[in-house]
């Protein structure tokens, strides 16, 4: 075949290129910008760095493939920063990489890799993707420790049908060895765990610079609503948030509500940070429908483990029942079957206990 990889300068992309390779693939490197600075740079700090776009046409040039960058900085903006701003002014808490796959990354890469008469889309995700008689299933990667399966759970058939992910079997020390082995430069490169377009490593810096308006002072309360503390913007504060608030207490405090609309953050102890469920909107299934059976597990971050929950719903708007977990609105919920990802979409709200 003839494909097309998405290479972001890190050591999984560079591998999941030289695999493609070794399966005797006509293989095509791209890099997509999506953020840059007042003229024109790429960021050097983060993930997407003009050292990463150095580094994904070097690793071209080493393994002798054609390499191209393509400038989606217009869509990025539009689909991705510009939400990102408005999800923390209202008091959610979003996950722009989730965006940025969901609305600009993958439509972008399978638009552009059809127009060059590519078969299919290479990335260096660890996740795995089987061909069923039923259709296409999305799985967790090998490395239950590196599992990137909960940040590709848009997809659905159509796009499963041209996605390939080659080391999704293999460990990240399997990765790395493989790497090593074909002389790489990125064998031994950190992986990124910073936002592309946050480039001091704090995002309340970016939105005090692109977002002014989340500087708005307010009050720190208790459950009770006692004036505990003030702080100088209800954006830089994230549910579940422990370290920085900037007040005194006898045991632990953790943000367990952002009320934009008073600029009120409210504080309590870590059970009440425990929810009953969830209404998730935006929800897609990967096989096209829903599951037929209300018991899934659910994971509303990208870290957290996966809990038994009870699923009720239609069409793109879900409730998710559980027990023992905080959630944010604004970030995902993942729906699974043991490690197959089943589907997921967006917190809207979360369902207090009591």
Same mark, same amino acid.
């Given at each position: 075949?003839?494909?097309?990889?998405?290479?972001?300068?890190?050591? =999984?992309?560079?591998? *999941?290129?030289?695999?493609? &390779?070794?399966?005797?693939?006509?293989?095509?490197?791209?890099?997509?910008?999506?953020?840059?600075?007042?003229?024109?740079?790429?960021? $050097?700090? @983060?993930?997407?760095?003009?050292?990463?776009?150095?580094?994904?046409?070097?690793?071209?040039?080493? &393994?002798?493939?054609?390499?191209?960058?393509?400038?989606?900085?217009?869509?990025?903006?539009?689909?991705?920063? =510009?939400?990102?701003?408005? =999800?923390? &002014?209202?008091?959610?808490?979003?996950?722009?990489?989730?965006?940025?796959?969901?609305?600009?990354?993958?439509?972008?890469?399978?638009?552009?890799?059809?127009?060059?008469?590519?078969?299919?889309?290479?990335? @260096?995700?660890?996740? %795995?993707?089987?061909?069923?008689?039923?259709?296409? %299933?999305?799985?967790?990667?090998?490395? $239950?420790?590196?599992?990137?399966?909960?940040?590709?759970?848009?997809?659905?058939?159509?796009?499963?049908?041209?996605?390939?992910?080659?080391?999704?079997?293999?460990?990240?020390?399997?990765?790395?060895?493989?790497?090593?082995?074909?002389?790489?430069?990125?064998?031994?490169?950190? =992986?990124?765990?910073?936002?592309?377009?946050?480039?001091?490593?704090?995002?309340?810096?970016?939105? /005090?610079?692109?977002?002014?308006?989340?500087? %708005?002072?307010?009050?720190?309360?208790?459950?009770?609503? *006692?004036?505990?503390?003030?702080?100088?913007?209800?954006?830089?504060?994230?549910?579940?948030?422990?370290?920085?608030?900037?007040?005194?207490?006898?045991?632990?405090?953790?943000?367990?509500?952002?009320?934009?609309?008073?600029?009120?953050?409210?504080?309590?102890?870590?059970?009440?940070? *425990?929810?009953?469920?969830?209404?998730?909107?935006?929800?897609?299934?990967?096989?096209?429908?829903?599951?037929?059976?209300?018991?899934?597990?659910?994971?509303? /971050?990208?870290?957290?483990?996966?809990?038994?929950?009870?699923?009720?719903?239609? /069409?793109?708007?879900?409730?998710?029942?559980?027990?023992?977990?905080?959630?944010?609105?604004?970030?995902?919920?993942?729906?699974?079957?043991?490690?197959?990802?089943?589907?997921?979409? $967006?917190?809207?709200?979360?369902?207090?206990?009591?």
């Amino acid at each position: 075949m003839k494909v097309l990889v998405a290479m972001s300068g890190g050591v =999984d992309s560079s591998v *999941a290129a030289a695999l493609m &390779l070794e399966a005797g693939h006509e293989v095509i490197g791209v890099t997509l910008k999506q953020w840059e600075g007042p003229d024109g740079e790429m960021p $050097t700090a @983060g993930c997407c760095t003009v050292a990463d776009a150095e580094d994904a046409r070097r690793v071209s040039a080493q &393994l002798d493939i054609p390499y191209y960058m393509l400038d989606y900085t217009d869509e990025f903006r539009t689909k991705v920063i =510009d939400r990102f701003g408005a =999800d923390y &002014l209202a008091g959610r808490t979003p996950n722009p990489c989730i965006e940025c796959n969901r609305r600009v990354r993958f439509s972008a890469l399978l638009e552009r890799s059809a127009a060059l008469g590519c078969e299919a889309l290479v990335t @260096g995700h660890h996740a %795995r993707v089987r061909r069923q008689p039923e259709g296409y %299933r999305l799985f967790a990667g090998h490395d $239950t420790g590196k599992d990137q399966s909960y940040v590709l759970h848009m997809l659905g058939q159509a796009e499963l049908a041209r996605v390939l992910l080659p080391i999704g079997e293999l460990t990240k020390d399997e990765v790395r060895a493989k790497a090593g082995s074909l002389g790489l430069r990125t064998a031994s490169k950190p =992986d990124s765990q910073d936002i592309c377009f946050v480039t001091s490593g704090d995002y309340r810096d970016f939105l /005090r610079e692109h977002f002014p308006e989340s500087t %708005r002072p307010g009050d720190i309360v208790d459950s009770e609503g *006692a004036v505990v503390g003030s702080h100088e913007g209800s954006s830089g504060f994230t549910i579940g948030q422990r370290r920085g608030l900037g007040i005194s207490a006898t045991e632990p405090r953790y943000v367990v509500d952002i009320q934009p609309a008073t600029a009120t953050i409210v504080v309590g102890t870590r059970d009440q940070l *425990a929810v009953a469920g969830v209404k998730v909107a935006e929800v897609s299934w990967v096989s096209g429908e829903a599951p037929t059976q209300p018991a899934v597990d659910i994971k509303v /971050r990208y870290r957290s483990r996966p809990v038994a929950a009870l699923i009720e719903g239609e /069409r793109a708007d879900w409730t998710a029942w559980f027990e023992g977990e905080s959630a944010a609105p604004g970030q995902a919920a993942v729906f699974y079957d043991d490690d197959e990802v089943l589907g997921g979409g $967006t917190i809207t709200e979360v369902i207090r206990n009591g």
